[in-house]
Nanobody
Framework: QVQLIESGGGLVQAGGSLRLSCAAS????????MGWFRQAPGKGREFVAS????????NYADAVKGRFTISRDNPKNTLFLQMNRLKPQDTAIYYC?????????????????WGRGTQVTVSS
């Protein structure tokens, strides 16, 4: 089991940037794929981005492709999400998650450990 704690959320104007971090504890972080999901008010949780266990492959939702970048630092047990050109529709709680797979899956069912989330609010 991996314990995950997100940070870096906040309030930003449209067009701005934020960098989310996810600190992981547990020995399995560097051997599994990791991902970011988000949940907007009144909506279900949706996939944002994922990264393979080595960091060599990534996968993005169409809504964020070209604006967000997922990365990881395995020696530091940390996952990142760089978010640029933010839009009001990016407003949501963002969750870090650890997969049961090694590849960059987008399926919610492939993720077994979840953080508590960090709020991102983008004003227009």
């Amino acid at each position: 089991q991996v314990q995950l704690i997100e940070s870096g959320g906040g309030l930003v104007q449209a067009g701005g940037s934020l960098r989310l971090s996810c600190a992981a504890s547990g020995r399995t972080f560097s051997s599994v794929a990791m991902g970011w999901f988000r949940q907007a008010p009144g909506k279900g949780r949706e996939f944002v981005a994922s990264i393979s266990w080595t960091g060599g492959a990534t996968n993005y939702a169409d809504a964020v492709k070209g604006r967000f970048t997922i990365s990881r630092d395995n020696p530091k047990n940390t996952l990142f999400l760089q978010m640029n050109r933010l839009k009001p529709q990016d407003t949501a709680i963002y969750y870090c998650a650890a997969a049961t797979k090694t590849y960059e899956t987008s399926r919610t069912a492939d993720f077994s450990s979840w953080g508590r989330g960090t709020q991102v609010t983008v004003s227009s």
